[in-house]
């Protein structure tokens, strides 16, 4: 497993995991950061209304 950074067309930077194996596959930090912010802000919101 490592740590790949690049920055693709458009300048954006990006922080991917390499793993290697038959075949090997990525795992995009940014997509996964922004899904588990977005997971966590809904079970918060869900979790306030039932208290609520």
Known sequence: MRL???RDESCSRHFDI???GD???TIDLVA???SA???LGF???LAAQ???
């Open 43 to 45: 079970a918060g919101a």
């Open 50 to 52: 039932l208290v609520r």
């Open 18 to 20: 390499i793993v290697e």
């Open 37 to 39: 912010i977005l997971v």
């Open 23 to 25: 075949p090997p596959w």
């Open 4 to 6: 790949h950074t690049y």
């Open 32 to 34: 996964v950061t922004a």
